[in-house]
């Protein structure tokens, strides 16, 4: 009921910076939390960053002061600004949206970070 379609993956170098967008779409009444997970082989998903309809954010201690998740309500849009990359950033980044029985997940977009 709920699409979301990630975009602006990539290969980096190290150091270097990376925007990623989600775009919700179908029945997103309700909609509130949105956020981006990040998943390597053999790994579980992670949490990497989360935002509120309100604006609140939360951050993987990992990414702290690097990344910045933010939104766009009225187009119904996640970003997440990736700065200062390394190579252990490097998974298939997953866009999500939840109601508080609900969830939804993009179709995952490959960052790599490497020389």
């Known amino acids: 009921q709920v699409q979301l379609v990630e975009s602006g993956g990539g290969l980096v170098q190290p150091g270097g910076s990376l925007r990623l967008s989600c775009a919700a779409s179908?029945?997103?009444?309700?909609?509130?939390?949105m956020g981006w997970y990040r998943q390597t082989p053999g790994e579980q998903r992670e949490l990497v960053a989360t935002?509120?309809?309100?604006?609140?954010?939360k951050y993987a201690d990992s990414v702290k002061g690097r990344f910045t998740i933010s939104r766009d309500n009225a187009k119904n849009t996640v970003y997440l600004q990736m700065n200062s990359l390394k190579p252990e950033d490097t998974a298939v980044y997953y866009c999500?949206?939840?109601?508080?029985?609900?969830?939804?997940w993009g179709q995952g977009t490959q960052v790599t970070v490497s020389s």
């Open positions: 935002i509120t309809g309100g604006g609140m954010t």
């Open positions: 999500n949206a939840g109601r508080p029985l609900d969830n939804y």
């Open positions: 179908g029945s997103i009444f309700g909609i509130n939390a």
